[in-house]
């Protein structure tokens, strides 16, 4: 097993909102943003359409500096436009070339669930570990529960020492709790790209984390 750690973090996660397109991570790093995640769907959408997607994702990062844009999934397209990082999930983990990612300095931040999740992305050293759903959500047809406030206190310690993350249902109003369970970043799906003025919301969710 290879025991180099991947590439860490170059600045803290705070508010991470998870965006379907290009154009929604430019526009969030216009407003103050600086950790973003591209979620472009491959259904629908042709193998050249989604090398352009990320492409413009990444060359957006690039754009700003002190900017973290991981690439969720697409880990190809990913890896070939030296992409400052990609999100996987468990199931990636079995398909993935996780050498190949390591060794080009991609960062990697996995998907968990459940504790013994955790213990296997411990295994890849990656640079964060998100944990979720934390509430329920309707954006994602989810086969797990939710881990609520109560469980996330005692799992995000067991991440160590790689930064945690906080996804799923997570709305502004719930961010300052989620928050205080004791992680470093909070992904928010639908917070910023649903709400009546999306700026407002980005930089609201930029303050709120920043207290924390």
């Not at 989604?50 to 999934?73: H, K, L, M, T, Y």
């Not at 469980?151 to 993350?165: D, E, H, N, S």
Request: aromatic residues 8%; hydrophobic residues 45%; glycine residues 10%.
């Amino acid at each position: 097993m290879n025991t180099t750690p991947f590439a860490p973090l170059t600045g803290p996660i705070g508010f991470y909102p998870v965006v379907a397109t290009a154009e929604w991570v430019e526009r969030l790093l216009g407003w103050g943003v600086r950790t973003v995640q591209l979620r472009f769907k491959a259904a629908g959408h042709t193998p050249l359409e989604i090398e352009r997607e990320v492409n413009a994702a990444v060359a957006a990062g690039r754009r700003v500096p002190g900017s973290q844009v991981f690439i969720n999934d697409h880990w190809q397209f990913a890896l070939a436009e030296k992409a400052y990082g990609v999100h996987l999930g468990q199931e990636d983990l079995d398909i993935a070339d996780i050498a190949a990612l390591r060794s080009a300095g991609v960062r990697l931040g996995l998907s968990t669930h459940t504790p013994a999740e955790l213990a296997r992305a411990h295994a890849v050293q990656p640079s964060y570990l998100a944990i979720g759903p934390i509430y329920p959500t309707t954006l994602k047809v989810m086969p797990y529960e939710p881990v609520g406030l109560e469980r996330l206190k005692l799992w995000a310690p067991q991440a160590a020492p790689y930064p945690v993350v906080a996804i799923g249902g997570i709305s502004l109003g719930r961010l300052p709790g989620v928050m205080a369970c004791g992680v470093d970043g909070v992904a928010v799906v639908s917070a910023v790209t649903l709400a009546d003025d999306p700026e407002q919301a980005a930089l609201q969710g930029l303050k709120l984390a920043s207290r924390a």
